[in-house]
């Protein structure tokens, strides 16, 4: 009964969502079913057939929830995972580069972190560096770092086409994601009261026992709570990446493939499975933030 009661505001708010998306694709969808009527000579239309019509364009300026669920099954249920058409190969596509960068970004804003903590000429020499780095649009960079990253690593460091395209795609999902760990984990490793430090003084601790008795576990809340932060805008680099450089593979490949034959339906289908790739890795490290806490002997609320 409880489980119901939780999950009926959802399931209700939901509800309202889908109505008013049903709504909305009637009034953006009708100004070009009446040009279509109006060029079959078609009056009087009923209106439950206008609005069923309005419903079920073959490219509607916006798709219905029920058009997007069917192209979602239709590029995944219908389609070999291992073929270009399906949507489960682009997402893996874009799982690795997310996942790459992700881990880049995540022991980078950990490592800075770490350093600001320490030392106070460096908080006040990179923390500002830090903060303006993020005013940069991500649109203006995405370009420059994948075709400078990928000639680099094709070039120079000899690297084949689809690992160094995955390593330029990492580095913009690193750029986005390292600046919400490394805020939250110097705010995390700053939370032990001064009373709890002073503690630690007293039981002449080391500077590496306090970090990791003391700073280290206070610290991971904020941790696990920047990494959900940091492994959605993670995602959010890497279809960035895919869009300047004309990449045939990803979810942002599949959407700039809709865009040019305007295929809306395909848009939006790639637009939710990007949200459910972002729900899923969110989910992830929720549970291995439950797995820490567990093994940290924190006890659930």
């Known amino acids: 009964m409880g489980r119901m009661q939780q999950a009926f505001p959802i ?19 009708a100004a070009w079913q009446n040009d279509v009527n109006r060029r079959a000579a078609i009056e009087n239309v009923p209106a439950t057939e206008f609005v069923l019509a309005t419903w079920n364009q073959e490219k509607p300026v916006l798709p219905t929830p029920h058009q997007v669920v069917g ?15 399906s949507l489960l190969f682009h997402a893996w596509v874009t799982f690795s580069a997310t996942a790459l960068g992700f881990v880049m970004g995540s022991l980078l804003g950990i490592a800075l972190a770490i350093a600001i903590v320490h030392s106070e000429a460096t908080s006040r020499s990179l923390m500002p560096w830090i903060v303006a780095s993020q005013t940069i649009p991500i649109l203006a960079l995405a370009p420059l770092i994948v075709v400078i990253g990928f000639n680099i690593f094709t070039g120079s460091l000899g690297l ?20 919400p760990v490394t805020v939250g984990m110097v705010k995390g490793l700053r939370s032990p009261e001064t009373i709890q430090l002073d503690l630690m003084r007293t039981y002449h601790a ?25 492994v959605a805008a993670s995602l959010v680099g890497a279809i960035v990446g895919e869009l300047p450089t004309g990449a045939v593979a990803g979810l942002g490949a599949r959407l700039l493939a809709g865009s040019y034959y305007s295929q809306t339906v395909q848009i939006w289908a790639a637009l939710v499975a990007a ?24 006890r659930a609320p």
């Not at 399931?11 to 969808?29: E, H, P, Q």
């Not at 192209?71 to 058409?85: D, F, H, Q």
């Not at 970090?211 to 920047?226: I, T, Y």
């Open 11 to 29: 399931l209700a708010v939901l509800l309202m969502l889908v109505l008013a998306w049903y709504g909305a694709a009637i009034a953006m969808n």
């Open 71 to 85: 192209e979602l099954w239709n590029s995944t249920a219908l389609v070999a995972p291992n073929k270009p058409r």
């Open 160 to 179: 084949p086409t689809d690992p160094a395209r995955l390593l330029s795609k990492a580095i913009i999902s690193a750029y986005l994601s390292f600046f």
């Open 206 to 230: 080391s500077r590496a026992q306090t970090f990791w008795k003391l700073r280290w576990p206070a610290a991971m809340p904020f941790l696990f709570a920047s990494l959900k932060v940091g």
């Open 275 to 298: 949200s459910i790739l972002a729900a899923l890795l969110i989910l992830l490290v929720g549970w291995v933030e439950a797995l820490v806490a567990r093994r940290m002997g924190v």
